[in-house]
T-cell receptor
């Protein structure tokens, strides 16, 4: 069964605008971690942000923030003030207590000038 | 900043041959991983390795695959009797002991099976 779901295969955003990339997950573990990675066209996987299941506050890292809604099992990535260099694939991932990291299908973000 | 290094960056091999993909994880990391990404698709977990043994493997990681940490620095993925569908980008990753830490990825090896 799919544990990480990213429902948006592609997203467009105007430069300098904010964009939200959706991620929902499925787990029965009380302890888990949620991660977002960026994969530009050059192919490397770049870690962006982490949210632990017990964290009380939403994670933030520069222009990235994670909108963590535990009851809804969602961990959406918000990118503020989009830049052209933000155009890339974005993968949501989860690590459970007894399972190593699994990735969603990804969302391709295109920032328009 | 320390990084995960993978060699070669691109490997072209005839179908049926064996390939070994090499990785040097970050030195103080204890968990090591291999992932596969077929062109344009999602990143798929293959195997995790901890304390000199496999800790978890996916259904993709069958008898065709094996991993080894032959010395204190290298971590290798061997693929025997390669098939056309093994063509993909293979990523190595490593992380520290804490479960809160992210996995750091290498730049990948693009494997092309002819």
């Amino acid at each position: 069964a799919q544990k990480i779901t990213q429902t948006q295969p592609g997203m467009f955003v105007q430069e300098k605008e904010a964009v939200t990339l959706d991620c929902t997950y499925d787990t029965s573990d009380p302890s888990y971690g949620l991660f977002w990675y960026k994969q530009p066209s050059s192919g490397e996987m770049i870690f962006l942000i982490y949210q632990g299941s017990y964290d009380q506050q939403n994670a933030t890292e520069g222009r990235y923030s994670l909108n963590f809604q535990k009851a809804r099992k969602s961990a959406n990535l918000v990118i503020s003030a989009s830049q052209l260099g933000d155009s890339a694939m974005y993968f949501c991932a989860m690590r459970e207590e007894n399972n190593d990291m699994r990735f969603g299908a990804g969302t391709r973000l295109t920032v328009k000038p | 900043e320390p990084e995960v290094t993978q060699t070669p960056s691109h490997q072209v091999t005839q179908m049926g041959q064996e390939v070994i993909l090499r990785c040097v994880p970050i030195s103080n990391h204890l968990y090591f991983y291999w992932y596969r990404q077929i062109l344009g698709q999602k990143v798929e977990f293959l195997v995790s390795f901890y304390n000199n043994e496999i800790s978890e493997k996916s259904e993709i990681f069958d008898d065709q695959f094996s991993v080894e940490r032959p010395d204190g620095s290298n971590f290798t993925l061997k693929i025997r009797s390669t098939k056309l569908e093994d063509s993909a980008m293979y990523f190595c990753a490593s992380r520290e002991d804490s479960r809160h830490q992210p996995q750091h990825f290498g730049d990948g090896t693009r494997l092309s099976i002819l």
